[in-house]
């Protein structure tokens, strides 16, 4: 590899580390859709499956599983981003002496899912009777483990309400890789009232902001942290520097595998 495109690397070899990436975009869980379609009322089931594999991220849950992951493969491919001038919303790696992109381009074509502008989410109100009065009593605040719990443990007496909360699952703990701290955003669960707009809606271009943003930043103040772990132990050559990786990293070890 040449100086000049060694230059290019936005972190530089010199300053490379052992990693260990976890994701957060767990393939693994989509078993606990299927279970939760399993546990309709066998006058629903039929229907709510029927309306879930038709859904926007239906597809999704006919992939092979269990999903191989390779974190090696995300933190050498991370640590090769170089410079570009095109989009500020995009990546570019360098392997070997080619150049690799990934952009909403990319993303687009590995996900199928829709890529519109988003809307202003905060025109989403509450429906009478619906999902977030329905299991969540209209709080404003929604936690993952509470929401997972009721994923788990509801038998799902109305119509489709099974359906919505498996969409709101899936989109934050398999394609978006939410943080699990985070609470769950409110506007989704009343947009998910009304399966046609939710599957009308730009989650493409949703989960691609999301991701974007988490892989661009995803060595923010991490290689500084390493370096001063490693001089306070002396330079241990099998140091390693754990870190989250949240967003759909799944579509960035499509992109280059």
């Given amino acids: 590899m040449t100086n000049q495109l060694r230059a290019s690397f936005k972190t530089p070899e010199e300053e490379w580390y052992e990693g260990k990436v976890t994701r957060h975009d767990h393939f693994d869980a989509l078993s606990h859709i299927d279970d939760a379609l399993n546990r309709v009322p066998v006058e629903l089931v039929v229907e709510d499956r029927r309306q879930f594999m038709a859904s926007c991220f239906g597809y999704f849950l006919t992939m092979h599983r269990p999903v ?3 974190g090696s493969v995300i933190h050498q491919l991370l640590l090769r981003e170089v410079h570009h001038n095109r989009w500020l919303d995009e990546m570019r790696f360098m392997l070997g002496t080619n150049e690799v992109r990934f952009s909403k381009v990319e993303f687009c074509m590995i996900t199928v899912l829709q890529f519109e502008v988003v809307p202003d989410t905060s025109r989403y109100v509450n429906v009478d009777n619906g999902l977030h009065h329905w299991y969540f009593g209209g709080k404003d ?7 997972r719990d009721v994923l788990r443990l509801d038998e799902f007496q ?5 359906v ?3 969409l709101i699952y899936m989109l934050n703990w398999i394609l978006m ?5 985070l609470k769950i955003p409110v506007w989704q669960i009343r ?6 707009a939710f599957d009308v809606f730009s989650w493409g271009a949703h989960v691609y902001r999301h991701s974007i943003y988490s892989f661009k930043h995803v060595f ?3 290689r500084e942290r390493f370096q001063r772990r490693q001089q306070a132990k002396k330079a241990d050559k099998h140091m390693q520097e754990t870190y989250n990786i949240y967003g759909l990293s799944y579509a960035l070890l499509v992109r280059v595998l």
């Fill in 68 to 70: 191989k992951f390779s």
């Fill in 141 to 147: 605040e929604i936690s993952s483990v509470e929401f």
């Fill in 158 to 162: 109305q119509a489709y309400n099974c």
């Fill in 164 to 166: 919505k909360l498996c």
């Fill in 177 to 181: 890789g939410l943080d699990e701290r």
């Fill in 191 to 196: 947009l998910v009232d009304d399966l046609d």
């Fill in 220 to 222: 923010d103040w991490r």
